[in-house]
């Protein structure tokens, strides 16, 4: 990626006049708020290129040693510490200018469904569902239930959480896609490997600023909930249905005692399908020709395969394979795979750019 010189100068200078506006004592509080985000945006690009123009400056001073002076020798050696060091703070600035993803910051809704292999995909789900829980709690996040259809031998047949915390959807995003798992279920008698799959959604979680949806553009249905949930849930008209008109889409939510607490629920889902699903539209409409390595966000790919017979999980989409597969599921192990699929899609986007 070439970086102009002018683009950083410009975005310095900005950087600097944010800094001297902040420092205004009559400022409005909700302006402040504005320019400490503008100001905090900027800070990582200011300081990576501040770091390369002294490595740069630094460089051209070990140069300008003339060959006769007898701190020559000593002076070549730290220029070529110095030159070695130059690649990857030029990659760090380039990064800082890639343009940034909107949703990155936002949290995610994080949505599991079996697919096929019937109860075992049931089971698998539920362990990945377990994997993004600990994978959560190592990063501080929080993550809330929305809704949990359980399958007859446990696991889930679909199950949604909310996941909160510092960049979740920057990091969950490249989850989403057909899971698969190959192993000897527990009920196999013959000692067979069976292969299941599971489907993962990762959606940015998104706010009433996001995205409207007008009342009539909703159908409402009230009825009683069904399955498991106690006797109280199941003798009250609480359950929701919400129907959005223009797309079709439909999301029920039935796990809570409250109407008015299914009703929030269910329209925390729909609106995030909705913010997705506009993404989507403008993804497909700015980038038609390019086929992504990762992050293309089909649901309908076969992204990942855990197999525990080998002990080994591999990621198709950048051909990782890790022999990792217990430390994975639970947790802590998928950070490599996760920063993997970042890099894979930074350096993927430095290309593009040029």
């Given at each position: 990626?070439?970086?102009?010189?002018?683009?950083?100068?410009?975005?310095?200078?900005?950087?600097?006049d944010l800094a001297a506006q902040m420092g205004n004592p009559s400022l409005a509080a909700d302006k402040f708020?504005?320019?400490?985000?503008?100001?905090?945006?900027?800070?990582?690009?200011?300081?990576?290129?501040?770091?390369?123009?002294?490595?740069?400056?630094?460089?051209?001073?070990?140069?300008?040693?003339?060959?006769?002076?007898?701190?020559?020798?000593?002076?070549?050696?730290?220029?070529?510490?110095?030159?070695?060091?130059?690649?990857?703070?030029?990659?760090?600035?380039?990064?800082?200018?890639?343009?940034?993803?909107?949703?990155?910051?936002?949290?995610?809704?994080?949505?599991?469904?079996?697919?096929?292999?019937?109860?075992?995909?049931?089971?698998?789900?539920?362990?990945?569902?377990?994997?993004?829980?600990?994978?959560?709690?190592?990063?501080?996040?929080?993550?809330?239930?929305?809704?949990?259809?359980?399958?007859?031998?446990?696991?889930?047949?679909?199950?949604?959480?909310?996941?909160?915390?510092?960049?979740?959807?920057?990091?969950?995003?490249?989850?989403?896609?057909?899971?698969?798992?190959?192993?000897?279920?527990?009920?196999?008698?013959?000692?067979?490997?069976?292969?299941?799959?599971?489907?993962?959604?990762?959606?940015?979680?998104?706010?009433?600023?996001?995205?409207?949806?007008?009342?009539?553009?909703?159908?409402?249905?009230?009825?009683?909930?069904?399955?498991?949930?106690?006797?109280?849930?199941?003798?009250?008209?609480?359950?929701?249905?919400?129907?959005?008109?223009?797309?079709?889409?439909?999301?029920?939510?039935?796990?809570?005692?409250?109407?008015?607490?299914?009703?929030?629920?269910?329209?925390?889902?729909?609106?995030?399908?909705?913010?997705?699903?506009?993404?989507?539209?403008?993804?497909?409409?700015?980038?038609?020709?390019?086929?992504?390595?990762?992050?293309?966000?089909?649901r309908s790919e076969r992204i990942r395969t855990y197999n525990f017979p080998q002990g080994r999980v591999t990621?198709?989409?950048?051909?990782?394979?890790?022999?990792?597969?217990?430390?994975?599921?639970?947790?802590?192990?998928?950070?490599?795979?996760?920063?993997?699929?970042?890099?894979?899609?930074?350096?993927?986007?430095?290309?593009?750019?040029?």
């Amino acid at each position: 990626m070439i970086i102009s010189p002018e683009r950083i100068a410009q975005l310095e200078r900005r950087h600097a006049d944010l800094a001297a506006q902040m420092g205004n004592p009559s400022l409005a509080a909700d302006k402040f708020v504005q320019l400490s985000k503008d100001y905090a945006e900027l800070t990582p690009v200011v300081e990576a290129a501040a770091a390369l123009r002294s490595l740069r400056e630094e460089a051209e001073a070990l140069k300008a040693i003339p060959a006769s002076d007898e701190m020559h020798d000593m002076a070549q050696e730290e220029l070529g510490e110095i030159e070695a060091l130059l690649p990857a703070a030029e990659r760090t600035l380039a990064l800082k200018l890639l343009p940034k993803d909107a949703a990155d910051a936002k949290p995610a809704m994080l949505e599991i469904r079996a697919g096929t292999g019937g109860d075992e995909a049931a089971l698998f789900a539920g362990d990945l569902y377990r994997m993004y829980e600990r994978y959560a709690a190592t990063r501080g996040w929080r993550m809330e239930l929305i809704s949990a259809s359980p399958g007859e031998m446990g696991g889930f047949k679909e199950i949604i959480a909310s996941v909160t915390g510092d960049s979740v959807f920057a990091r969950l995003k490249f989850e989403s896609g057909v899971h698969r798992v190959q192993r000897v279920p527990a009920t196999e008698t013959q000692g067979r490997i069976h292969t299941s799959a599971a489907t993962v959604a990762v959606l940015p979680e998104a706010e009433e600023v996001d995205i409207q949806i007008e009342d009539k553009d909703l159908r409402i249905d009230i009825f009683r909930s069904s399955g498991p949930g106690g006797q109280s849930v199941n003798t009250t008209d609480s359950a929701v249905r919400i129907v959005h008109i223009p797309t079709g889409l439909m999301v029920q939510q039935q796990d809570e005692k409250s109407q008015h607490k299914n009703k929030a629920k269910a329209m925390k889902v729909l609106r995030s399908r909705l913010y997705d699903l506009e993404r989507s539209k403008v993804d497909q409409a700015r980038s038609a020709d390019r086929k992504a390595m990762v992050g293309s966000g089909d649901r309908s790919e076969r992204i990942r395969t855990y197999n525990f017979p080998q002990g080994r999980v591999t990621d198709h989409r950048i051909n990782l394979t890790l022999h990792r597969l217990p430390e994975i599921l639970e947790g802590p192990g998928l950070e490599e795979l996760i920063s993997a699929l970042i890099s894979e899609d930074e350096a993927a986007r430095l290309a593009e750019l040029g």
